[in-house]
């Protein structure tokens, strides 16, 4: 089931693009996924919501944005569209904004990323972006949980039949 609403009646092919996150056989919670349509069909993005909560809650959500998609427009002080539908998801309508971002070095495998660490109003949110070396923009926000460096290991690109629609 997906947890974003469609824009358009337009239905995506799938992603054309790895999408990097945990392997839903590696969790041991439910996964939703939800693909972000262009109006042309196209792809604009890809979210994935891991729950650990059994049902009561997402604990992180895994967003893949290409350049050019709209969801990676953001004014300064907003918080990134993952933290949005995070919050929407848990059902905390409170004002949220991005108070101070840091960036940290971090290895993924055998590459060197510069993580943006966000920190929000909203203390039990976790929240980091990096890019991919592609341009695709991952963010993770987590809810009551830290995102520790530990988290990195785990992902990986998962293969776009696993988005195909039906």
């Known amino acids: 089931m997906s947890f974003l609403r469609r824009r ?5 092919a799938g992603p054309d693009f790895d999408v990097l996150a945990m392997d839903p056989g590696d969790w041991p ?6 693909l972000l349509p262009a109006p042309d069909g196209s792809c604009q993005g890809v979210f994935l919501r891991y729950d650990l909560f059994g049902g009561r ?3 992180m959500i895994i967003g893949n944005l ?7 427009e953001v004014e300064e002080g907003q918080v990134p569209f ?11 309508d409170e004002p949220v904004t991005v108070v101070e971002t840091e960036d940290t070095p971090v290895m993924h495998q ?6 943006k660490r966000v920190k929000c109003s909203e203390g039990r949110i ?3 972006q990096f890019d991919r070396s592609d341009g695709v923009l991952v963010t993770i926000a987590s809810w ?9 290991a785990l992902l990986k690109p998962l293969p776009a039949e696993l988005f195909q629609q039906g």
Do not use: F
């Not at 919670?29 to 939800?34: K, W």
């Not at 350049?67 to 990676?72: K, L």
């Not at 009551?144 to 990195?152: C, N, Q």
């Open 8 to 12: 358009s009646a337009a239905t995506p």
């Open 29 to 34: 919670g439910n996964l939703g996924a939800g």
């Open 57 to 59: 809650g997402p604990a």
């Open 66 to 72: 290409p350049e050019g998609s709209p969801a990676r």
């Open 82 to 92: 993952e933290v949005a539908q995070l919050l929407a998801a848990l059902d905390n």
């Open 110 to 115: 055998d590459n060197l990323l510069i993580v």
């Open 126 to 128: 976790s929240c980091v």
């Open 144 to 152: 009551d949980r830290p995102i520790t460096d530990d988290l990195y």
